[in-house]
């Protein structure tokens, strides 16, 4: 809503993205400089499909023409390599392979939850400028693609929440 030339409410914004995804990963930066330049004129919503869903059908089956697991792993490692503020773990999709994305997206959508009842602040920490959310999604995703890590597994999920000092038993 404009009042001459200045917002008097923020632009919302649908934001729809899989853990799983190495485009998401590498478009991270855009958002946060969007929210570094706009401030509380942007909100961004976070919503989640499941491109990944079920790997061994997207990649197992879909990549065995070029490779299979192996095969995706060079495209996203060739993908990674084209943006120098993000790494992807040579594991990633060799050795580490989820088996699905939905176990993360369940996971903070908990965490969503807990932040509207108010049980997780909702507050910009000025330090990631993001809130506890947005850093538990930022780091379920470098656990993937920067340490190899199995985010399909909520063992691997509780311990980043529990690092981040999160209500465990109310996730």
């Not at 879909?62 to 060739?78: E, I, P, S």
Request: glycine share 6%.
């Amino acid at each position: 809503e404009l009042n001459g030339n200045v917002m008097t409410k923020p632009v919302h914004l649908a934001y729809f993205s899989d853990m799983l995804c190495v485009w998401a990963y590498a478009s991270q930066i855009r958002l946060d400089e969007l929210k570094q330049n706009l401030g509380d004129k942007v909100c961004i919503h976070h919503h989640f499909i499941s491109v990944f869903g079920c790997s061994d059908q997207r990649i197992g089956e879909g990549w065995a023409d070029r490779g299979g697991y192996d095969g995706f792993c060079a495209n996203v490692c060739q993908v990674g390599s084209q943006f120098p503020h993000i790494s992807v773990n040579p594991e990633v999709w060799s050795r580490c392979r989820p088996k699905t994305s939905c176990t993360s997206h369940i996971f903070i959508k908990a965490a969503q939850l807990l932040e509207t009842h108010q049980l997780i602040p909702s507050d910009v920490d000025p330090l990631y400028n993001r809130t506890p959310v947005e850093e538990l999604m930022w780091r379920i995703r470098l656990a993937f693609f920067h340490d190899a890590k199995d985010i399909g597994r909520f063992s691997v999920l509780y311990g980043i929440a529990e690092q981040m000092k999160l209500p465990i038993a109310d996730l």
